[in-house]
Each structure stands twice: as structure tokens, then as C-alpha cells.
């Protein structure tokens, strides 16, 4: 049984470019969440999302950033026109609904240059 | 909504000394809290969780931690640690509630540095 798979597992980009990183949850996980780590600081949560809806984006920035999780196929977090700013390691968790703990991916290391 | 604070970013311990991360946190509702460890350049392992019942909890290599509602706090301990246990350690809570309360939010970490 894989666990949480995010790729790439590094992602370089110029300034003005698009990411787009994915992540494909365990099997029998239906929620899927991204948490950014900015470097030396914690997970700052960004969006929760089940299949094909969005539950909770609070965290994530108003412009640039959008998520998704169609029906088939992985969850991808995409970000526009990249700056400097963005570089992050970006992580994916998963649970089973009604599951109370998350899975984590290995994330995606996003550098900006 | 809910804030971890884990006091010490820094913690250098010599081996086969005991240790101890502070994690205090602040919610309006009851929550779900947990350890989690990360090593250099890799996700978050689930170290030890607390949901209910027993307020001390244990992980398989020898980490506990104990829940104490009226400080607010739950912190994880070690009695004897090993150069293995060289890593970040978070602390992180969540609601008990679904939709938005769901998510998790994190303490800023605590770099535990075991020393020979």
C-alpha cells in the first residue's frame, strides 16, 4: 500500500513561470490536504480539499495559487507567474474520511530562480 | 480556531541523556494533538497522537508525551535519546469538528540535536 506520493520531488522554476505540483493520496483516502514550509519556520496549512470540492482554502493567497482535486486522477496545487517568494517545500497529507490523523507526502521542493 | 507554541527552537542533548520538547497550545474546542518528527529533506512521520482516554501516550521507539488540559499542554519526552533521534519535531492540533476544523496547525518546531 503506497503512501502519500507527491511529485516532483524538486521543481525548478524562473521567475514568471507556472508550477504545478501533485499528489496522489493512499488508497481510500478521499481528503487531501497542502501545507507550505517556508525555510526555518513550521506547516502553514493552505487548502483542504474532498473529491471535486473545496472544503477549506483560508490559507490559501488570494492570487496565484489555485488547487484542485478532480475525480480522477491526483490533487494538484498550481501557482502562477512564480516570484522569488514561493520557494518552499510544499506537502500533501491524506486521510480517510472520517480519519483522524493525516499521511504525509515527501513534498516537493519548489525553488524560484 | 487553534495556536501551537513550542517554546525551544533549539534543543542540543547529549546522547543517552533524557529530553523533553515543550508544545502549549490554545483552542476554543476540544482537539485532537499530535507529534510529528521530520528528517533533513523528507515529510512528516507521525510520531505519537493523543484522541482520548489515557492522557499519557506512547510511540514505538520510546517517545511519550502527556496530554494536561488545565496547562494547555502536551509535551513530549524521552527518557534516554540516541544520535538517531537527531531531527525536527512538531507538535500539532486539530478540532474535533469537520469541515474547516479538520485541518491541522502546526507549532513552529523544535530541533532536537543529539550530540556523541
Known amino acids: 500500500n503506497a503512501g502519500v506520493m507527491q511529485n516532483p520531488r524538486h521543481l525548478v522554476r524562473r521567475r514568471g513561470q507556472e508550477a504545478r505540483l501533485r499528489c496522489s493520496p493512499m488508497?481510500?483516502?478521499?481528503?487531501v490536504y497542502w501545507y507550505r514550509q517556508l525555510p526555518e519556520e513550521g506547516l502553514k496549512f493552505m487548502v483542504y480539499?474532498?473529491?471535486?470540492?473545496?472544503?477549506?482554502e483560508s490559507g490559501m493567497p488570494k492570487e496565484r495559487f489555485s488547487a484542485e482535486f478532480p475525480k480522477e486522477g491526483p490533487s494538484i496545487l498550481r501557482i502562477q507567474q512564480v516570484v522569488r517568494g514561493d520557494s518552499a517545500a510544499y506537502f500533501c497529507?491524506?486521510?480517510?474520511?472520517?480519519?483522524?490523523?493525516?499521511?504525509f507526502g515527501s513534498g516537493t521542493r519548489l525553488t524560484v530562480v | 480556531a487553534q495556536s501551537v507554541t513550542q517554546l525551544d527552537s533549539q534543543v542540543p542533548v547529549f546522547e543517552e541523556a533524557p529530553v523533553e520538547l515543550r508544545c502549549n497550545y490554545s483552542?476554543?474546542?476540544?482537539?485532537?494533538l499530535f507529534w510529528y518528527v521530520q528528517y533533513p529533506n523528507q515529510g512528516l512521520q507521525l510520531l505519537l497522537k493523543?484522541?482520548?482516554?489515557?492522557?499519557l501516550v506512547e510511540s514505538i521507539n520510546g517517545f511519550e508525551a502527556e496530554f494536561n488540559k488545565s496547562q494547555t499542554s502536551f509535551h513530549l519526552r524521552k527518557p534516554s535519546v540516541h544520535i538517531s533521534d537527531t531531527a525536527e519535531y512538531f507538535c500539532?492540533?486539530?478540532?474535533?469538528?469537520?469541515?474547516?476544523?479538520?485541518?491541522?496547525?502546526f507549532g513552529s518546531g523544535t530541533q532536537l540535536t543529539v550530540l556523541p
Open positions: 497529507a491524506s486521510s480517510p474520511p472520517g480519519g483522524v490523523s493525516y499521511t
Open positions: 493523543y484522541l482520548s482516554g489515557s492522557t
Open positions: 488508497k481510500g483516502h478521499s481528503h
Open positions: 483552542s476554543s474546542v476540544s482537539v485532537y
Open positions: 500539532a492540533v486539530r478540532g474535533l469538528s469537520s469541515g474547516s476544523a479538520r485541518q491541522l496547525t
Open positions: 480539499l474532498q473529491k471535486e470540492n473545496i472544503i477549506d
